[in-house]
Structure formats: structure tokens, C-alpha cells
């Protein structure tokens, strides 16, 4: 798994999600209990717990900032720290999982 390809999943899942209103990230994600707002918070803060890891840094809390039209933005921000820390392939590929996956229950 390279960069290029969580950047390509990262981008996918952006292009799905950039252009929603409230009401949409207020809703349910599919077959869950959870708003689709919380499952991208929850999917931001797993890869910025992995980018933590592989800095060898302390795992921090990634805020809720001032409404969930910034969680594209927030996840974007997260997996290029990601890219950045320069974590073994199978780490990359943790973190291109978990977007496709999320990607996927939207």
C-alpha cells in the first residue's frame, strides 16, 4: 500500500461526502445507530491515532470543531499527518481500509 493510494481512497471518499448538508451528516449511517457525522469523527480519529503511533507521539483526541462540514477537511488534515509520519506500508493499508470501509457503510 503506498501514499498515493490512501490519498486516492482518502479523495474517493471526500468527493462522497464534501457537498452534504446537516440533515445528511445527521442521519443514520447504514445499518448502524450512529449519525454518518460520528462514523467520519470516528474514522478521523483512527487514522490520527495511527499517525500518532507512527510519529512514536502521545494518541490525542481529535475535537469536534464547529459543525460536521469540516470533517472532510479534518480527515484530509489527519491522513496526510499520516503520510507525513512515514509509517510501514501495513499501516497504510490499516488506514486505506478503514476509509474504504466507512466509505462503504455511508
Known amino acids: 500500500m503506498s501514499a ?3 490519498d486516492r481512497a482518502v479523495e474517493l471518499l471526500v468527493r462522497q461526502v464534501g457537498h452534504w448538508e ?4 445527521s442521519a443514520a449511517a447504514e445499518g448502524g445507530n ?3 457525522a460520528d462514523l467520519v469523527h ?6 490520527a491515532n495511527l499517525a500518532a503511533d507512527a510519529e512514536g507521539g ?13 470533517l472532510p477537511d479534518q480527515l484530509r488534515v489527519v ?21 474504504a470501509r466507512t466509505r462503504a457503510t455511508l
Not at 446537516?22 to 451528516?25: D, E, G, K, N, S
Not at 470516528?42 to 487514522?47: A, D
Not at 502521545?58 to 469540516?70: A, F, I, K, S
Not at 499527518?81 to 476509509?99: K, M, N, Q, R, Y
Open 34 to 36: 450512529v449519525s454518518r
Open 58 to 70: 502521545p494518541r490525542r483526541e481529535v475535537p469536534r470543531l464547529g459543525g460536521d462540514l469540516v
Open 79 to 99: 491522513a496526510a499527518d499520516l503520510v507525513a509520519a512515514g509509517p510501514a506500508e501495513s499501516v497504510l493499508a490499516e488506514a486505506a481500509t478503514a476509509v
Open 42 to 47: 470516528k474514522l478521523v480519529q483512527e487514522i
Open 22 to 25: 446537516q440533515p445528511r451528516w
Open 4 to 6: 498515493a493510494e490512501l
